[in-house]
Each structure stands twice: as C-alpha cells, then as structure tokens.
C-alpha cells in the first residue's frame, strides 16, 4: 500500500502546486486531537480506491506545512492541492461558511447528510467555496458538541452564563452567547487547554466528548454543561484546488467523492461509539455532568431562531444557504414527523423560512 500519511513537520518549503498525480494535503488539526482521524481515513480511502499513476495524496498533520489559519489559502493559491477544514473558521471570508459548517439548535448529523447528498446541500457548498477557486467534498459528520466545560462554576441554567468568558467557535453561537449574557472568546482548539488552566478564560466548548477528552479537558475542569445546543452538529471535509481537480480524470474524480461518501458514514458511527466511551470516561472521573431543562432549551430555540435570521440577512449568500437549509427541514418534516417514534430525529421549531427567502432575493 502507498505510504501516504506523514504526520511529520515538512522539511522542505512548499514553492508551488505540485504535479496533479502527486497531491498534498494537510489539515488544520494536529496529530494530537482526535478530529485528525476523519481526515486520515478519507486519505487511507481514497489512496486505496486510486492506482498510483492516477494520483497519490501525501497528508501532512495541522501545522506541519502551514499554520492551521493559513490552510484556506494555500489551497486557494495553489500551494498545496488539497486541505480539510471545518467550514466555520473561514467565516471572516464570508459569513455563509458559519452554517456549512454547524448550526445552532437546528440541524443534527442525519439532517447535514440528508441535505448535503438528496436536498441540494453539496451544490451549495460548491457555490461558496466555488467563489474562492475551490471544489469542496463533505466527508465527515458529528452530531451534536459535547456542551460547555467549566472551570470552578456549573452552567445548570441560562442564567449562569451571565459574565462567564466562554471559548466559543462560530459567528451565530458568539452573538447567540451573548444574548444570554456571557462573552464570547475567539481562540484555536490547541490553545483551550493552557487557558483552562491559567484561568484565561471560564470555560469552553469544543467537540465531541471523544475529541474532547483527547485535548485533555478532563484535566482542567471540573463541570460539564449538557447538550450542545450551540452547535447541534458538525461537518468536515476536503478544499480542493479548482486547477487541480479539472486536472483529474472524471473516474479519479469520481473515486474521490466515493471515498468521501465512504468516511462520512464511518465519522458518523465512529464518533457516536467513541462519545459514548469517553462520556462514561469523564463519568469515571468525577466530571459533574448537568442537563439544561426542556424549558430553557426551548428559550434557546427562540433565541437561536432570532440569531440565526440576524445573520441570515445581513449576508445574502448567508441567508441561501439558511433558505435551502430550512427548506429542507419543512419538506423533510412530513414523513419525519409521521414516522415518529421511529424516525431520524426531530423537527426543530426553526427559523422564519419566508424572512430568510425575502433576505435571499427569492
């Protein structure tokens, strides 16, 4: 099998796109967080469905190329072929990656995969990141984030994330902490852990419990807040270079999307069984875990509704992504609903679907 996978710093600097049979890709998570793990399974896929002289794609941890802010753009320069990212840190590029990448109380992980591959979900993708010269693959979903972890307070009820300084990752979860008093704090997954400890900040969000428990923060608090309700799920994939995908065959490309298809199942499994073993791990270590009511998290609905209309329609590409997004829950929401007790999920109370058309021009 080809030796594909280095999680080693490169030794050399990158001078420019390399040949379209020999790509490099990298990622903007280290070795050291489990996210890492979608991300080599699509490489390990996709190498294994690909003869060598159709392509080979060598995969260099977060960081060992570039730093993991700069991945965007040395895959929109051409620099390296292909990057995998988490949409919602480009959102300083434009606000409609927030919602490609998670949303807040709306979508779980089965309503991204329903919308990405039978509602139009992946041609919107391809329209946003398509603006910066880029193919994107959707190839890995989690469901819902693990919550807030806190430091010496618990977050039992809303009312406790008044004057709390929360690391927060997300435009619409900022504005929608905020509302609920608490203050949002911008900074990169590897650096929650030391400001845990200093007392930098009051507690965090991150990931799932898994991905959680591999950053250590199991070490450095004491409470767990219980659901996810500012980001009810995740999605990761691959940028790739506009360039160097039309340099593909159409069969190389389509081995790919067939390996993206292929690790978007096995993220999903994944990741719900490792969740499950590392939440009885912070069981196990005295971790207080406590669940917000029904009633707040209905209070969060509405808030999250709100929110999510503000900034829906302050950006016109925000708000077709939303308008597509929420198109599908309505049409889902028929044999979703019907099918109830055993159905996938369940049909949130969402956004005014016809505020947000009106802000798409539709």
Known sequence: MKTTLTILAATTILAGPALADNWTMTSTWPSSLELIEIDKHF??????LIPDEELTIEFFEGGALVPAGEVFGAVESGTIQAGADWP??????DAAFSPLATTASLFNAVDYVNWIKAWGGADIYNEVYGKFGMVYLPYGVTNNESGFRTVDKPIETTDDLKGMRLRVSGLEQGKLLEKLGG??????????????ERGVIDGAEFSTPNVDLSGGFDQVTKHWSTPGWHQSSSVFGVMINKASWDALSPETQEKLKVAADATMLWSLANTEKRATEAYQTFQDKGINITRLDDETLDNIQTMANETIVEVACANPTSAKVYASMLS???????????SAPFNLGRTPSGPDLAKIKECAGE
């Open 183 to 196: 203050s949002q704090v911008s900074m990169a997954g590897g650096e929650i852990y030391q400001s845990l």
């Open 88 to 93: 919602g840190y480009w959102a300083g590029r």
């Open 328 to 338: 599908y829950v309505d049409d889902y929401a028929k044999w979703r609903d019907a």
């Open 43 to 48: 490489v390990e896929i996709a190498n294994a």
